[in-house]
């Protein structure tokens, strides 16, 4: 029984350990759908939008636990990658300027439903920048 308790155990820390350690590769995650359409999805949201890419960047880049994964301001598009603060669970999130819209699409990467943080993120980055204006 304590084998078997401490086998689980173990099994519990490399899975946690795997999701907080993964390295991201920027050639999966740093891509955009041919098409992005205002709704949710079940693992993440996407939004479109008029406005102005350094201003959203600015907004993104003060979240907590976010960093740049691949992109930039001069490339016009840029993936980041938002970690959840207790298991280190990796979202991401790729913004694309597109003319004067901004394409936004927020997906998880492991499991099958986010319940809504991604839409939440991205509506509080959406908020902050108009209540900003």
């Known amino acids: 029984m304590k084998l078997a308790i401490g ?4 099994l519990i820390v490399a899975a946690l ?3 907080r350690l993964a390295p991201s590769d920027p050639a999966r995650w740093h891509q955009m759908p041919e098409s992005v359409t205002n709704r949710d999805l079940a693992g993440g949201a996407m939004r479109r939008v008029e406005g102005d890419l350094a201003t959203l960047d600015a907004s993104i880049r003060a979240t907590a636990r976010t960093r740049v994964l691949a992109g930039g ?5 840029i993936t980041y990658v938002t970690r959840s603060r207790v ?10 300027r597109n003319d004067d819209m ?3 699409y927020g997906r ?12 939440a993120r991205i509506d509080g980055w959406l908020d902050r920048i108009a209540q900003a204006g």
Request: charge should be negative; avoid cysteine; hydrophobic fraction near 50%.
């Open 87 to 96: 298991f280190g669970f990796p979202d991401y999130t790729t913004v694309r």
């Open 108 to 119: 998880l990467r492991f499991g099958k439903s986010d319940l809504g943080v991604n839409a």
């Open 7 to 10: 086998l689980v155990l173990v």
């Open 17 to 19: 350990a795997f999701v």
């Open 73 to 77: 301001l001069d490339q016009g598009m």
């Open 102 to 104: 901004l394409e936004i």
